[in-house]
């Protein structure tokens, strides 16, 4: 390898193609789309390089047209996990000494793989597999997942150039060494970046990992292996283990070497692994790193100086955008009496016009959520509004799932600030709000950071800079990513670090240095250039 000092090229956020009318982009991803839909992928177990056909299948179709198969996947259980941990065993030292700057290549290839000739694939099997329209697939399976590949290496050799002082006869460093064992990576079904973004970070650091991608979301996650594979990363330090949670995960979590959970998902099962640790932690090699991202109840809270119609731009963008399936969705809201009316007026407005179905249609707005149970879950939640007294269904409320799971965007007025649907995550298009008298703003904003367990996006809206400045400090600890006049969705790599806290997770904000800090081990190293030669010190020269 060469001796210089290599400088990691300076990251620029991926910019989002527009897909216009008439433009280019718009008929490859057209013709992509087209071509994704006329096949039916066979998707394998993946381990050390080699395709796995455990014949136990299961179908994974379009959640918007559930009758559409787009991919038979093989499902992985307790033999393909010991193959797989062996796998990663036999590379990891190779890997993890590997140097810096080729570890950096094989990611940085994959950026600009995906920034062009699998642009396309991924943006459309996000699409199709989880019913993104376009613009929420660009933004994500592209440039997202672009930022990461990119921004992550540039981080990496900030954080290996934080070195210690020494004094004079001393030399004092630090090394950055892999974890030993492996990384255990879980991802969602809601964001093609995180499941790329997840498995790839600690491997970025030297590690190597396990990956076992959501069962509702497998074909981009399959996609992604693939370009990996073209990018030049080595077989076996990244893991492909489609499969239901228990026979994956519980086999996996088993095994002595494990050191480390990189999780995106629920938080009753975060927790649950959490607690599966704990219980087994004499029996690992090392204390697994545990790091988390869960659920969100993320909120907007708009002042009484909130100008209207950017307050309710913010919450139909916020709670509607990909049918509410993200954890940073604006899930609750808070609005002043004295700005109700107006704030009503404009959501049945602008709700009243969004278009929903197919993500093949540009036109739509949104589209399915994610699966039948999701549909249910939803459903049970909007008929709980519907027939409990204390609540009012605004917009929407209505569900059709017999050709694919559309719920409609649906705001419902919740009397008691503390109600269920102010309280539980419902991830899905569900907007729970409770109208405040202007005179109680603090009491409000008080229940605003008690009424839920989650800590994950908040967003405030005020015009008074003093007002805006007692808002933020109350809600201080209520939301890891925290918006000024804005809605509490869309942070991107290198501007917002993204990661929240209390039953949101560990805050170890993906996109970010911080979170590269988790996967790696350090070794302090002092040499010293010319040793003592004797064990007696000055003050023993006299009594």
């Known amino acids: ?56 299948t299961v179908e994974t179709v379009c959640p918007h047209d559930h009758g559409h198969v787009l991919a038979t996947v093989h499902q992985a259980g307790a033999a393909e996990v010991e193959k797989a941990v062996e796998a990663a065993g036999e590379a990891w030292r190779e890997w993890s000494e590997m140097s810096w700057e080729a570890r950096a290549a094989v990611f940085l290839k994959a950026a600009d793989l995906l920034a ?26 592209a440039c997202e997942l672009v930022d990461f590949w990119r921004y992550n290496p540039y981080y990496m050799r900030q954080l290996y150039t934080e070195q210690p002082g020494s004094v004079r006869g001393l030399w004092d460093y630090v090394e950055f060494r892999a974890l030993e064992g492996f ?20 491997a970025l650091m030297g590690n190597v990992a396990l990956w076992k991608p959501a ?7 399959y996609y992604i292996m693939k370009l ?15 499969g239901r949670g228990s026979q994956v995960g519980r086999p996996v979590m088993e095994r002595p070497e494990l050191a480390g959970i990189h999780f995106t998902g629920s938080t009753a099962v975060f927790q649950g692994m959490w607690k599966q640790i704990g219980g087994d932690i004499a029996s690992y090699h090392t204390y697994p790193r545990i790091v988390g991202e869960t659920g969100g109840k993320d909120f907007v809270f708009a002042h009484p100086s909130a100008d209207v119609q950017s307050v309710v731009i913010a919450l139909v963008r916020g709670a509607f955008e990909y049918q509410g399936q993200k954890c940073s969705a604006a899930s609750r809201a808070y609005v002043p009496k004295s700005l109700w009316s107006q704030v009503r007026a404009g959501l049945e407005k602008e709700v009243g016009d969004i278009e929903m179905g197919s993500p093949m249609d540009f036109r739509n707005f949104m589209c399915a959520v994610i699966d ?16 409990n007294d204390g609540f009012e269904v605004v917009c929407g409320g ?32 569900v907007l729970t709000i409770h109208v405040y008298d202007d005179a109680d703003l603090e009491g409000t904003l008080e229940l605003c950071d008690t009424t839920s367990p989650y800590a994950l996006t908040g967003a405030i809206f005020g015009t008074d800079r003093r007002d805006l400045v007692k808002m933020a400090a109350a809600l201080r600890h209520s939301a890891g990513n925290f918006y000024i006049n804005d809605k509490p969705t869309g942070a991107v790599v290198g501007q917002q670090p993204f990661g929240g806290s209390r039953a949101s997770g560990t805050n170890d904000k993906a996109g970010s240095m911080m979170n590269l800090l988790r996967w790696t081990s350090q070794r302090s190293i002092k040499e010293t250039f010319v040793s003592p030669t004797s064990f007696a010190y000055p003050h023993m020269g006299e009594e």
């Open 228 to 242: 990996l594979e073209e990018a030049g990363l080595p077989p076996g330090v990244i893991n492909f283990l489609p």
């Open 372 to 387: 039948e149970a999701s549909f249910d879950n939803t459903m049970s939640y909007i008929d709980y509004a519907k027939s």
């Open 116 to 141: 062009g000739p699998w642009r396309d694939t991924l943006n459309a099997a996000t699409m199709l597999n989880q019913s993104k329209t376009v613009f929420q697939a660009e933004i994500d399976a």
């Open 398 to 429: 209505e569900g059709d799932k017999s050709k694919g799971y559309f719920v409609q965007p649906t705001v419902v007025l919740s009397e008691d600030p503390r109600s269920q649907l102010m309280q539980e995550e419902i991830f899905a298009p």
């Open 215 to 221: 069962s509702t979301a497998p074909l981009a996650a």
């Open 183 to 202: 990384v255990f990576a879980v991802t969602p079904f809601n964001f093609t970046s995180i499941a790329g973004n997840l498995p790839t970070a600690p």
């Open 1 to 56: 390898m060469a001796n210089g000092i290599v400088r990691v090229p300076e990251p620029i956020n991926e910019p989002i193609q527009a897909f216009g009318p008439g433009s280019a982009e718009k008929a490859a991803l057209k013709k992509r789309l087209d071509q994704m839909l006329a096949e039916q992928v066979e998707v394998p177990v993946i381990v050390g390089g080699q395709e796995i056909r455990t014949g136990n």
